[in-house]
């Protein structure tokens, strides 16, 4: 008796949770094998620095070239899935084909995301002087890892891929707690420091050799518009040569930060800054209470 | 010789390590699988966005039936060994029984849990406008995965399973950066943006349609007083339509914020502030030095 | 033949991507190794915490035994492939020589790893009035999981390890938000709340009973003359006894808080602090606007 009460309760719950599904769409990316692919993607970028086994030198070839093909795969079918999910109208065939072409155009961009990523590592290497050499900033730098998932999910934003370049950024995000929109364009020799909280929204432009510090958001003013103000420029540009210290915001579409100009860290920024300036915020008063004194008050009192 | 030398420090070391253990409860939930619990319980909430393999309609009830019994049997063991763990006096049987009725009051909440949910799902919409879609927000969402553990969580805290909610929130915060107490009160449509660095404490209650943004701490003032101030109120209120933007800090369990309220980036506030109000902060003074300038003073020097 | 045009852009793709290859270092430690070791020496630390299988006390000193073993052969393989990789003159048989003396010397050490991780166990428990236990706190808590990681780097850092503890506590950085560099120094009954966003640079000093809030840098003034600057104390000193609230960062080489100073939230602060003070930044100024009152004028408008 007891057990069928119990069945009854999960033919019920079977029931609710299934109907409930009814209205999701058919096709739909796979979210771990995004992130597999992700990673496979980092691997042919820094082979040898992410493989569980040793690399052996004389295979390099071949380990090079399986994992292309592993990736070629994967990621041809996850963005058919991605299309047939955005676009209803398109026709199956129609979705193979363009994925293919699409997944062909993205892997011939590998070089280059991997020379600009080392211009990366080696702006994280003239900006930190607790790095001792590039193996570490490859190896364990989260600014390097975020930046090169952006640089990747990036090129699959230029070439018209839904869902799935968001997917790699946020992994980044959750993996480094730094968060760059796929949208976002940014130059060569890019050091992001610590990076825990940096935001950079879908609109953000940024040149090159910019350093940006934990804490630090290119946001938008204000999102009362919600989806209305969709496509908008709504996040700030900073030309070549900027840096911002921790913890400052810098805010809206219209805010542009001059060439070679620092702003200090806990700043609030909505307006725009010449080039060449230092911007420090006067810190606000401090109060200072001795502690000692106010105990002794409190046992004398 | 040498090998023998090698045993006498290896025999000292696993002395010394077992010995010190001897004091560790012999009940314990295990971490890896309250984790495995809690994934599997985002896969029955959202199925088809978190599982590796795609899913076939045709089978859809009965791979939700079987994900449903998995999680029961894991849930209850976990739930019983958290029960003895927290009260020794507790009789085996007594804790197999009420984990078993524990499990079946909080598998029947899993409906009303989706519903929620996806209330937040469209709040995120509503509230984001670089989201293309509710799959983009239930897939990649850093706030979407706290809440929802958040609320898992929450419902097991009502139900007065120790540990176990705490390891999920903690495992949330780990992921998104977001760290949300299991013992806080939330409402409906809920929005978290980006969401690093966010702290929502023990004590904390939210009503419906909030939206809060990265690094905003809802705080205790002061913990000098420790566990004595176990229980009590430490951490704000927030009622309906409240907006907290990035950064901001509000603290005190006598705190409350106004319904429709806006809360500008950087404030810091403990005390209360009225309903419909747009609260924001004189930042503080700029300082400009024009840096050309002070090169040409150096070389010139 | 198109088949073949397939061949003729994978072949150049993997050309390009092995010949940029070969600028790399032959010995390379392994990251995924390097984590899997310290998951295995949490699990030593805190044995039963971390494991998947429950824990059969019968048995103890044959799991404890085999942890250990493992560790030892996993631990002194990563040191000298870290070794021959730094220091290209040193010859094989030397490294592996010196890595098994290190690994030694490392291993005896983790009885007082446990000991001195106990004291921060202690220090949460009393520090936070949410904490129920400290078997909560083992489990869960983000600031035990990156200052028991920070303290196994750290002796490795001291015993000349080159890469493994950098990747360590990156490794508990991406876990946690938290990013302590294995070179500070951090006395006992160390106690870090919350923690997304904190950053401990390379060399802060901090004392015994200190307390740290989310988001608190303890960093440099200026990062500008890069690795020129290697070596010199560029962070602060904390005394025993301090405590720094939310948000707040402290930067300098020559800054000092001295013993038993409580610094608030959001302060910025780059000179030092006497003994037993209570510092509080005059928080900025407030402006406060009726939204219901704007809305009736524009609609009346």
């Keep these: 008796m007891q057990n069928l009460d119990k069945n009854d309760y999960l033919e019920a719950l079977i029931s609710s949770i299934t109907d409930s599904y009814i209205e999701q769409p058919s096709f739909l990316p796979n979210k771990g094998i995004v992130i597999e692919i992700t990673e496979l993607l980092r691997k042919l970028i820094f082979p040898g620095y992410f493989d569980k086994e040793d690399t052996d030198y004389m295979y390099l070839r071949y380990y090079v070239g399986s994992l292309l093909i592993e990736v070629r795969g994967k990621l041809q079918k996850q963005i058919c899935r991605a ?15 363009l994925s293919e072409k699409i997944t062909v155009d993205f892997l011939k961009k590998i070089p280059e995301l991997r020379e600009i990523l080392l211009t990366d590592v080696d702006a994280t290497l003239d900006g930190d002087p607790a790095a ?29 891929v839904p869902l799935i370049p968001r997917i790699m950024t946020e992994y980044a995000h959750s993996v ?33 050799f910019v350093k940006i510090y934990q804490g630090v958001t290119l946001g938008a003013i204000s999102t009362r518009g919600g989806q209305s103000l969709y496509g908008k420029k709504r996040h700030p540009t900073l030309e070549d040569e900027v840096t911002v210290y921790s913890s400052t915001s810098i805010l809206g579409g219209e805010t542009i930060i001059g060439r070679g100009t620092v702003i200090g860290s806990n700043a609030f920024l909505t307006k725009s800054v010449s080039s060449d300036v230092r911007v420090s915020i006067k810190s606000p008063e401090l109060s200072f209470k001795d502690l000692k004194q106010r105990e002794q008050d409190e046992t004398s009192g």
Tied chains: 1, 2, 3.
């Design 83 to 97: 299309l047939l999910h955005e676009t209803a109208t398109i026709c199956s065939d129609d979705a193979e084909a």
């Design 132 to 160: 001792r050499n590039k193996h570490e900033i490859i190896f364990a730098y989260p600014g390097i890892f975020a930046i090169g998932t952006y640089r990747i999910a990036h090129e699959l934003h230029l070439l018209g």
């Design 176 to 208: 480094t707690g730094i968060d760059i929109h796929p949208g976002a364009r940014i130059g060569h020799h890019f050091f992001i420091d610590h990076g825990t909280g940096v935001v950079i929204g879908e609109t953000t432009e940024i040149g090159n």
